[in-house]
């Protein structure tokens, strides 16, 4: 454990081959894309976040320093397509390929609109102080270097977990005794490297050929022994003793008795639903036994923890119940759940910068459902929707069917449209003028959020000018946060979208938020009436229409993927009518990869779980299996070219349907 304090990562065996550049280097500027420019619309930084102690320190640290360590961390900053750390001075490699690793977390810093040019000034003011000779483990680290770069991209500090390790570590006892020994391997390292130096001027560096690790360096001989006779002491001690009640309640349970009634349902599933359970997450396969039930269920019973978190710590202590309790008491819920889903995505590959992108889609879909089915903001929007008068009309409409194709469940969806299109919500292609209050003519660029419009979401703001008074200082923050969006009532399709699925969720559908990787947003939501996700846009008004984006609108769709509470699927063919040539347009990544991806989103999505929530998603899997829709004619409202929107815009994106878009390029 402490080895890998002290040690750099070496190989084991040789999976990918990656070049490093250093500042400094002749090819640095070119390589690193910064002599190439970002985009306008921002750019995203990511922590990555890399555990050296390859999954020991979480093993053994509070065994023998008496406090829990979950990992030795690295970190290095990802924006660009590029990942910068502090290696033997300021370095850079490919997003994905970093010779650390695969990172355990991915952690979202925010959107930067600093330049790419003033980024590369600001590493070459800095590089003086990240250098061989400035590196110290315990006070100037990657760790230090990752948190001044994102400060200066987004003014925002890394998380104090991660920064904090070494005081954290140096504050017990062991970690007093081992102080001096970690200084002097310091200096002698030191020592090295300035004996080393050459006295004459070298030649120009070459990119360094770096071997990725698959698994963490062990520590030294007289270490290791020293730990592994410290854990067998610490075996030895008494286990602590199992509480009778619960230590936390499950996220829907707000009594024991919930809980309790929640774990009944888990109980009486079927041995089929038992086995479509185990598929929904690779840590919950060992409900296929009996044994495997009965130890799950039991530990839900004494701790109270998600059963899927149980499951992880049941498979982490090798079907231990004593040592899964253990574990799982020593973090809240929370931590639990937030450090597994992260080691699911942590098992996604990435190769490229295509891949790293496709990822951030993902991710950022995810964070959204979350803050979708945030019960404040639920309740917000029941206080604007007419709930009594969409019910009342559902209910007249469902008795004017003349056979009952529909529920009045399904119906009121339909309502909700109706509403949410023609009585609440705005399209806005041109906001009006904050000074005159004339729409304004002509979007002059984008600019930085505030610190306000990030509290609600806004990764960027446009800029309009006005043509009557010529004003340029109309603000539009293009804001992501569906409470916030129930104040504004305006936008374009990623604001209805979101708020749309925020009153969906209010009235209790089961909701997907469903993003198409040619630039549009919709919902789904689940019909039990039908047995099957129904497509809904409230930007046209649409009701289980899914061809209308290519079939009406013209749109060359190519990924798909729709992401709710408890799944996220790749849905890209219940949108086409023709897969082969959707399948020749999908070249960000292999079938493969991109299916790794989207079960690895999904698993994160079931970690926390209660068990009702778990029964119903298994029902509802059996149910729909989530397959391609039948053949069938075109709707109408399938024909139609796209009704949101003037034509200017519509034109640009490409979706005035076949025929207007076909006069278009040829004009």
């Known amino acids: 454990f402490l080895g890998s304090l002290t040690l750099q990562p070496q190989e084991s065996r040789t999976t990918n081959i990656m070049a490093v550049y250093m500042v400094g280097d002749p090819q640095w500027e070119n390589y690193t894309g910064l002599s190439g420019g970002w985009s306008e619309d921002g750019e995203r930084v990511t922590l990555?976040?890399?555990?050296?102690?390859?999954?020991?320190?979480?093993?053994?640290?509070?065994?023998?320093?008496?406090?829990?360590?979950d990992g030795i961390w690295h970190t290095g900053v990802a924006v660009g397509g590029r990942e910068w750390f502090f290696g033997g001075g300021i370095a850079c490699c490919p997003n994905g390929s970093s010779p650390y690793g695969t990172p355990v977390r991915r952690v979202p810093m925010g959107d930067?609109?600093?330049?790419?040019?003033?980024?590369?000034?600001?590493?070459?003011?800095?590089?003086?102080?990240?250098?061989?000779?400035?590196?110290?483990?315990?006070?100037?680290?990657?760790?230090?270097?990752?948190?001044?770069v994102c400060e200066f991209l987004v003014g925002e500090k890394i998380p104090t977990d991660i920064t904090g390790l070494p005081a954290q570590v140096l504050a017990t006892p062991l970690g007093q005794a081992f102080r001096p020994m970690i200084e002097q391997m310091q200096n002698n390292v030191l020592a090295a490297q300035q004996q080393a130096r050459p006295q004459q001027p070298p030649p120009p560096p070459q990119p360094v050929q770096t071997q990725q690790p698959t698994g963490a360096q062990p520590p030294p001989d007289a270490l290791e022994a020293m730990l592994r006779e410290a854990l067998a002491e610490s075996?030895?001690?008494?286990?602590?003793?199992?509480?009778?009640?619960?230590?936390?309640?499950?996220e829907e349970a707000e009594s024991y008795e919930a809980m309790q009634d929640s774990l009944k349902q888990l109980k009486a599933l079927t041995d089929?639903?038992?086995?479509?359970?185990?598929?929904?997450?690779?840590?919950?396969?060992?409900?296929?036994?009996?044994?495997?039930?009965?130890?799950?269920?039991?530990?839900?019973?004494?701790?109270?923890?998600?059963?899927?978190?149980?499951a992880y710590a049941l498979t982490m202590s090798n079907n231990d119940p004593s040592q899964a309790a253990c574990m799982l008491l020593e973090q809240e819920r929370d931590a639990h759940i937030?450090?597994?889903?992260?080691a699911t995505l942590a098992t996604v590959k990435i190769n490229d910068q295509q891949q790293a992108q496709l990822l951030d889609t993902v991710q950022d879909g995810l964070g959204r459902i979350a803050v979708q089915r945030q019960p404040s903001k639920k309740e917000k929007a029941l206080k604007l929707m007419p709930v009594d008068e969409m019910q009342a009309n559902a209910k007249v409409a469902f008795e004017k069917q003349t056979e009952p194709?529909?529920?009045?469940?399904?119906?009121?969806?339909?309502?909700?449209?109706?509403?949410?299109?023609?009585?609440?919500?705005?399209?806005?292609?041109k906001p009006d003028c904050t000074k005159c209050g004339k729409q304004t003519s002509t979007c002059a660029g984008n600019a930085p959020p505030s610190a306000e419009d990030k509290q609600f979401g806004a990764r960027r703001v446009e800029l309009w000018q006005c043509a009557t008074c010529s004003d340029v200082n109309t603000r539009y923050p293009r804001y992501n946060d569906p409470g916030k969006l129930l104040e504004t009532r305006s936008g374009r399709c990623g604001e209805w979208a979101n708020c749309f699925a925020l009153c969906l969720n209010a009235l209790d559908f089961e909701t997907r938020w469903v993003r198409d990787w040619t630039?549009?947003?919709?919902?789904?939501?689940?019909?039990?009436?039908?047995?099957?996700?129904?497509?809904?846009?409230?930007?046209?008004?649409?009701?289980?229409?899914?061809?209308?984006?290519?079939?009406?609108?013209?749109?060359?769709?190519?990924?798909?993927?729709?992401?709710?509470?408890?799944?996220?699927?790749?849905?890209?063919?219940?949108?086409?009518?023709n897969w082969d040539e959707m399948k020749t347009r999908r070249t960000l990544a292999t079938e493969d990869w991109f299916a790794g991806l989207t079960n690895a989103a999904s698993h994160c999505t079931v970690v926390g779980l209660t068990g009702s929530q778990l029964v119903r998603r298994t029902k509802r899997e059996l149910e729909n299996n989530n397959k391609p829709p039948k053949e069938v004619e075109l709707k109408e409202a399938e024909t139609q070219p796209r009704q949101s929107g003037d034509v200017e815009w519509k034109t640009q994106r490409g979706e005035m349907g076949a025929t207007g878009n076909l006069t278009e390029q040829e004009n």
């Open 48 to 69: 990555n976040v890399y555990d050296l102690s390859g999954g020991l320190a979480r093993a053994m640290s509070q065994s023998f320093l008496g406090t829990q360590v």
């Open 112 to 148: 930067t609109f600093i330049p790419s040019s003033v980024f590369a000034e600001f590493l070459a003011d800095i590089s003086p102080q990240f250098t061989a000779l400035t590196y110290n483990l315990l006070e100037h680290n990657c760790n230090n270097f990752s948190d001044k």
């Open 235 to 250: 075996q030895q001690q008494d286990k602590p003793k199992q509480q009778d009640a619960p230590a936390f309640t499950v």
């Open 272 to 310: 089929d639903e038992w086995k479509k359970l185990s598929t929904l997450n690779p840590n919950l396969a060992l409900c296929s036994s009996s044994e495997g039930r009965d130890a799950l269920q039991n530990l839900v019973d004494t701790v109270g923890f998600p059963p899927t978190v149980v």
């Open 338 to 342: 937030q450090n597994i889903r992260a």
């Open 405 to 429: 194709t529909l529920s009045e469940r399904d119906l009121l969806v339909k309502e909700m449209l109706q509403w949410f299109k023609h009585k609440f919500f705005k399209w806005v292609d």
């Open 519 to 577: 630039d549009h947003v919709w919902c789904e939501y689940y019909s039990d009436h039908q047995k099957k996700w129904i497509h809904v846009d409230s930007c046209e008004a649409a009701f289980d229409s899914p061809y209308m984006y290519e079939c009406g609108w013209g749109k060359k769709l190519n990924y798909i993927v729709a992401f709710s509470h408890d799944d996220v699927v790749d849905v890209s063919r219940n949108y086409t009518k």
